[in-house]
Structures are given as structure tokens and as C-alpha cells.
């Protein structure tokens, strides 16, 4: 196959490669990214959807057409523009409709000069390639002013830079402006229109700006499902907490909140008319539970909000969140935090990003980024309508709320008084009150259903986050969950799962290929830390396993005897005794009769609070099952200078006068004959005078009795000792 990769078509047609990704899917022909090579016939698909001369095409987001929406109309015809790449002068509109795919021309609208912010807000034209100059121009506020007011959104831009059509609309709306994006010109029409320079047999157009939405055949647009990831202390928590805060305070139920592992907000829709669109957070934040969630093959996150302090920048966990976040293909926005610190300093961090090849948009990339502090509230609305922009513009979920329900268990945990209690993250369906389950290898019927604030609620659709009553043990995070036609085929189903699992277990240990099976014969003995985990909610012990798993050591590994939620129960201690393990207890502690049993059978519990003490301390247990390290230290020699032969002593005495150092009772010798090794032993005796001594200093003469050692004047003796090194992994 010829083909044209990505983004020399992206080139070729002077727009951003991800435009060119966005047409393709639309196309039904997706690309994977920019560097993927596609068909010929791909590209000139693509081709005809571009006037050959367009200027840069601003990404299609369906967000960007605020004002078309309104208007019931998509596409602004415009008099062909001036073919110069150059988008400096905008196109000049003329009451013409030459592109034959337009719907009919929105009515001209009579912007009212100057309207202060009470005014009804005025409807302005703005094509969507525009500059900030023309802009500024168009709505009648000075440039400065508007290159002002970008900095103070982190967004340097000069007066002939590109203004994304996201950005217009926003902009616009705050000088009380509705921005009636129109889309590109076409290219001269073939009868009619102005007279222009002959455009060079361009391919026909039919370009809009706002990308049409996929129809809804069935499925239904759903709210988009947000992780928050970033390094430690980042903010993550704060902002989850703020976002939360911020939208639930002023809703109906005074602000009770519950850490159920996902919540939902809602938010106006920036598209207008003051709809109400839903966001699902989940709010374990970090990468660890996402990773292991995805690890059990679960992925429930549509959007990665990174986090990065303004203040710190990239850190360790920052980039290691990125690649996660693409390695799940997940898009990224970037929340700038603590903007209110005074050395805040975001331009720095969005410089940093790009060497991870995040790309934010004010540096020319695709990657929206938004400054925030989570301590002030600033920027909290920001970031929730680029959340509802990315979604729309890179993911439309959907699903369907009347087929049978499933979803992914988000979080789970045994509470003393009712029993399993786990949220279940709506995938597809409905979940309903009374019907039958199957979650991982655990079932049950719906007992009760709640959501985030407590309230009990009926039913939950798609990106809900449900917590549920009535299964009949605590399922893991990342299991799926089905709704099944009744108990007893939900129990079944469970069994089969759980009898699956364990097989799965014991093939898992089993030697797979032949390369594991010689690693392992190369290995000798792989020490094992057998190890029981118990945690307070599932998020964490995944959490826990993921990061002990992680530790590749080709001495020792940890093995998980068992894990779960709950308390240290006797069941466990009696368990840790059996395989030998340590129990580690994270947010939870063992009951009065575990904790008497593991004193009795000195089965250690180590409790911990904070997930890096716990494998902190688990590795260096590892540590302690590395077969210890010698090293040789050397403490003196001597000169051999008499021989005594004393039978009754158990040998021959040398007589030695010690040169460096010291000799030491008990240490290694190694003598050496001119440069010969002549003997190596351990010193047993050590005289001065008639006296049994431990050791005997530099400049002094002893006698030395090494068994088996036939001495001979001039020998050196070099006394040492081995030392332990301490491991550590
Ligand atoms: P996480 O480890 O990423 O979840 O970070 P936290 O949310 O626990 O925040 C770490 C610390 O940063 C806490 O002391 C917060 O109070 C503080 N913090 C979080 N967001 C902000 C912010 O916007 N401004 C300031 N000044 N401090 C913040």
C-alpha cells in the first residue's frame, strides 16, 4: 500500500493533524495517529472535504458552534474568501450561497454597537479561521485588551495568531457577544460569485464547522466518566473535593456527601440554553487504581484530568500519569493547580508538558489545559466545560439505557451492619431495584440502591455511579457486573466464575513457555514474601498489589497467600501461620481475637495508614530474604618470624610480629609466600606471652595458631574478616 501518512496530509492541507484524525472517524475510516500511514483513497476523501487552498482549518469540535446551534443552522455561507493561506482579511460575506451541502444562511444579524454586559448579548459573525487582530476587530474591543485577557488564561498569543474556534465562542461570550462561527469559504463556484484568481482545480467542498453529531440510532449520549491523575500533593483530592463541593453545596441535599469512589456533578451545558449536562468523577484519584482497574480489563475512564502543581511542575508521578493516560488512549486535559500560589508559575509547566509530548493548544498542540486552584475555586467551571468540550469533540459517549444493564465495580467493601456494599459504575442499561446480579465472582439481587449524597434512588443509568446492597460477598474493583434473569442464574454464573478463577490461579503459577520455565530453573530459588493484604475498600489493596507487584527483583518476589477487605480476622492470622506470611492491615485493624491469636502464634500484623510506608516496609521484608552479601575487609598483617612446634597446643605456633593493622582470634588468615597463596584458615589461637588473647594491636609479636597451617619464616599472614552487606531492593 502507497498511502500518505497522517500528518504530511495534515500538512498538505495546512490544518492540525488531529483534524485530519477527526474526518477520518467521521469518514469511517479511523487512523490510529498522526504518524499512521493511511490509504490513498483515505486521504483524498479527506482531501474533498478541504478547499485545496484553505487556510488552517480550526479542529471541527462540535462545541465550537455555540451560536449555529442556537440558530438551528450549521454552516454560515460565506462569498468565496481569498485563496492566501494568510486568513488575515476576514472573508467578505455576500447574501450568496454557493456551497451546494448548506443549509439555507442563518439570517443576517444586526450587531448592536457597543452593548454593555446588561444588554441582550449581540450576535456577531466570526469565520472560524479568524486572528486575534480580526477578532478583536469584529467584536469591537481593542486587541491589547483581548491578548490581555488570554494571558490571564495562560494563553500568549499574538495578534496574528489563530483563534480556535472554542476559544472565539468563550472570548466572545465574555464581552456579551454571541459568536456566530461560519465556516471556511468555498472556493469559487463555478458560475457566479465575485471575480477572483482562479482557484487551481480545486476538489469540491462541502465543509462546516461544526461537525454534524452522529446520529442517535439507539444509543444515547451519556455523561463522560473523569479520572484525576497527577503526582503526589498535586491536588488531586482538593480538586476533586472542590469540584464537588462547588456543585453539590447548592443542590437539594445540603451538601451530604459520601466517599462511594465516584460521583457525579452537574453542569450547564456550553452550548447553551441552559441545559444541564452530566460529569461522573471518579474519585480515587491517581493512576494506580485507574492502571489496575484497566489491568483487570475494565476501562470506565473516558477523560485523564492530569494534574500539575503550578508551583512544582512535572514531577515523577506526573509523567508516569501520561503515559498511562496514552497507553489507555484516554484524552487529556491538563489542570494547572494552585495558580493561587505565588510562585505559581504555569507557563513553566505547560513548557515542561511538551517534552513529554503534551501538547497544550496556546503551544499549537491539542491538548486543553486549564489553570485552577482548588484552594480558591478559581477556574473549577473552566475545567468542567473542557471536559464537556473534549467530549464532544473527541469522545461522544453513548450507551443505552434500555437494554440489560452491566458495569465495572468501582469500589467495594463490607460494612458491619448491611453486609457487601459496592458502587457500580452504569455501563449500558438501566439498573433496577430487585434485579439479580452477577459482579465477578459474586451475585445477589438488589436490595438497595444509593447514590453519591446517600439518597436512595431506583434505578441508574449509563456513567451513574450506583452504590448497591445485597451481594452475597465483596467483588473487586474492575469486576464486571451483569444483570441476569434471576438469583439462581446469577448465583450459578458465580460459581462457574469463581471455579474459573481459581483454575486461572493455578495456571497463573504454573510455567507458561519455556523462557519462563528456564528463567525460573536460572533463578535457583525464588524467594517468596508470602504476604496477606486486608484494606479497608478495594481501590487501595488493587492499589497495594499493583505497586507490589510492580517491585522486579530476580531474588525475591512477594506472594499475595490473600487479600481482601475487612479486619484482621482469625481466619487470617490462622492463615499467615500456615503459609508462613506477614499480614499487612491498610486502614484497618485486626479484631480482639485475631490480634490474640497472632501475639500467640507471633504472627506479626503491621498496620499502616499511608500506601508508600506500607511498601516501604514490604520491601525491605524482601530485602531481608536476600541471601546476604560478603565482603571482605581486611584488618591487618603479620610477618612470620620463629616457629614453634607445641605439640600439646593442637599445632605449630608461628611467631609473628603484627606490621598493620591487627590480628584478630577468630578471623580468616590468608598467608602468603613470596607472591604465593600458600595457605588459607581461620586464626583459633592468639597468644601474648603465655595468654590466650582477642587480638593484638600493630607493632607487637604473638603467637598464631592456624589448624592445618605449617609455618615458614618470611610468610605473610593477611588477616581479614567478611562483613554482611545490607540489601535492599
Ligand atoms: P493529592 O496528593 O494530589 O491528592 O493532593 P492534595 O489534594 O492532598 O493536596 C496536597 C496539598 O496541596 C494540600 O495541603 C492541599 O491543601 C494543597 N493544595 C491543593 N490544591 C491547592 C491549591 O489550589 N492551592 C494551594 N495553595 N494549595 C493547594
Redesign the pocket.
Known amino acids: 500500500m502507497s498511502g500518505v501518512r497522517v500528518y504530511d496530509l495534515a500538512k498538505e492541507l495546512r490544518i492540525s493533524s488531529n483534524e485530519v484524525l477527526e474526518r477520518l472517524k467521521e469518514l469511517g475510516r479511523p487512523a490510529k495517529v498522526a504518524s499512521s500511514a493511511i490509504p490513498d483513497a483515505d486521504a483524498d476523501a479527506v482531501r474533498r472535504q478541504f478547499a485545496s487552498p484553505a487556510p488552517v482549518a480550526a479542529p471541527s469540535s462540535p462545541g465550537n458552534g455555540a451560536a449555529p446551534a442556537r440558530n438551528g443552522s450549521a454552516t454560515a455561507p460565506t462569498a468565496p474568501a481569498p485563496t492566501a493561506p494568510a486568513p488575515s482579511a476576514p472573508a467578505p460575506r455576500a447574501p450568496i450561497s454557493p456551497a451546494p451541502a448548506a443549509p439555507k444562511a442563518p439570517a443576517p444579524t444586526a450587531p448592536a454597537a457597543g452593548a454593555p454586559a446588561k444588554e441582550p448579548p449581540r450576535t456577531v459573525d466570526i469565520p472560524s479561521v479568524v486572528t486575534l487582530k480580526d477578532f478583536a476587530d469584529k467584536i469591537g474591543v481593542p486587541a491589547p485588551t483581548i491578548q490581555k485577557k488570554l494571558m490571564g488564561l495562560g494563553v500568549l498569543a499574538s495578534l496574528n495568531q489563530k483563534l480556535h474556534p472554542d476559544v472565539v465562542t468563550r472570548l466572545a461570550k465574555s464581552y456579551n457577544v454571541i459568536a456566530n462561527i461560519v465556516a471556511p469559504a468555498a472556493p469559487a463556484a463555478p458560475t457566479g460569485g465575485p471575480a477572483m484568481p482562479a482557484a487551481p482545480a480545486a476538489p469540491r467542498v462541502a465543509v462546516v464547522a461544526p461537525k454534524p453529531r452522529q446520529k442517535a440510532a439507539g444509543p444515547v449520549v451519556r455523561p463522560p466518566v473523569v479520572t484525576i491523575m497527577?503526582?503526589?500533593?498535586?491536588?488531586?483530592?482538593?480538586?476533586l473535593?472542590a469540584i464537588r463541593h462547588a456543585r453539590v453545596a447548592d443542590g437539594e441535599f445540603g451538601g451530604i456527601t459520601q466517599h462511594i469512589g465516584a460521583y457525579q456533578v452537574e453542569v450547564d451545558d456550553p452550548d447553551g440554553k441552559g441545559k444541564k449536562r452530566a460529569i461522573t468523577f471518579l474519585d480515587t484519584?491517581?493512576h494506580e487504581a485507574f492502571t489496575a482497574m484497566r489491568a483487570r480489563g475494565a476501562q470506565v475512564t473516558d477523560i485523564a484530568v492530569l494534574?500539575v502543581?503550578a508551583d512544582d511542575g512535572v514531577m515523577p508521578q506526573t509523567q508516569e500519569a501520561i503515559q498511562h493516560a496514552k497507553a489507555a488512549g484516554v484524552p487529556m486535559i491538563v489542570a494547572v493547580?494552585?495558580?493561587?500560589?505565588e510562585d505559581a508559575n504555569p507557563t513553566r509547566v505547560l513548557t515542561q508538558l511538551t517534552e513529554y509530548d503534551v501538547m497544550p493548544e496556546a503551544y499549537g498542540g491539542d491538548v486543553q489545559t486549564v489553570e485552577?486552584?482548588?484552594?480558591?475555586n478559581?477556574g473549577l467551571d473552566d475545567l468542567l466545560e473542557k471536559i464537556l468540550l473534549v467530549t464532544d469533540a473527541e469522545i461522544e459517549p453513548k450507551a443505552d439505557p434500555t437494554v440489560a444493564a452491566t458495569g465495572t465495580i468501582i469500589e467495594a467493601r463490607l460494612d458491619k451492619g448491611t453486609g457487601p456494599v459496592a458502587t457500580v459504575l452504569v455501563e449500558q442499561g438501566t439498573l433496577k431495584m430487585g434485579d439479580s446480579v452477577v459482579a465477578g465472582a459474586t451475585f445477589g439481587r438488589i436490595k438497595a440502591m444509593m447514590d453519591d449524597r446517600g439518597q436512595r434512588i431506583k434505578s441508574a443509568g449509563p456513567a451513574f455511579p450506583a452504590v448497591l446492597l445485597g451481594l452475597n460477598a465483596v467483588p473487586n474493583a474492575g469486576d464486571r457486573l451483569e444483570v441476569v434473569k434471576d438469583e439462581k442464574t446469577a448465583r450459578q454464573m458465580a460459581e462457574e466464575r469463581t471455579s474459573e478463577e481459581r483454575s486461572e490461579r493455578l495456571a497463573a503459577r504454573r510455567p507458561v513457555t519455556l523462557e519462563d520455565l528456564q528463567r525460573q530453573i536460572k533463578q535457583g530459588e525464588v524467594k517468596e514474601l508470602n504476604l496477606i493484604i486486608k484494606g479497608d475498600v478495594q481501590g487501595s489493596l488493587e492499589a497495594i498489589r499493583q505497586s507490589l507487584e510492580k517491585i522486579d527483583h530476580p531474588e525475591v518476589r512477594v506472594h499475595f497467600i490473600a487479600s481482601g477487605v475487612g479486619p484482621v480476622g482469625k481466619a487470617d492470622v490462622d492463615l499467615a501461620a500456615a503459609s508462613e506470611a506477614l499480614i499487612v492491615a491498610f486502614n484497618v485493624r485486626p479484631d480482639t481475637e485475631a490480634a490474640r491469636l497472632a501475639e500467640a502464634e507471633h504472627i506479626e500484623i503491621r498496620e499502616y495508614r499511608v500506601i508508600y510506608d506500607l511498601i516501604d516496609d514490604v520491601k525491605k521484608a524482601m530485602a531481608g530474604l536476600l541471601d546476604p552479601i560478603f565482603e571482605e575487609a581486611a584488618l591487618g598483617k603479620a610477618e612470620v618470624r620463629a616457629i614453634f612446634k607445641l605439640p600439646r597446643a593442637g599445632g605449630i605456633i608461628a611467631g609473628c610480629y603484627v606490621t598493620d593493622g591487627r590480628l584478630q582470634r577468630g578471623a580468616s588468615v590468608r598467608v602468603r609466600r613470596g607472591r604465593a597463596l600458600a595457605f588459607e584458615g581461620k586464626i583459633d589461637t592468639l597468644r601474648r606471652e603465655k595468654d590466650d588473647v582477642r587480638e593484638v594491636a600493630q607493632g607487637y609479636e604473638c603467637g598464631v595458631l592456624v589448624p592445618d597451617y605449617d609455618p615458614a619464616e618470611g610468610d605473610i599472614l593477611e588477616c581479614y574478616e567478611m562483613r554482611k552487606i545490607e540489601r535492599t531492593l
Open positions: 497527577g503526582h503526589v500533593d498535586h491536588g488531586k483530592t482538593s480538586l473535593d484519584p491517581g494534574v502543581a493547580n494552585k495558580i493561587d500560589k485552577v486552584s482548588a484552594k480558591e478559581l
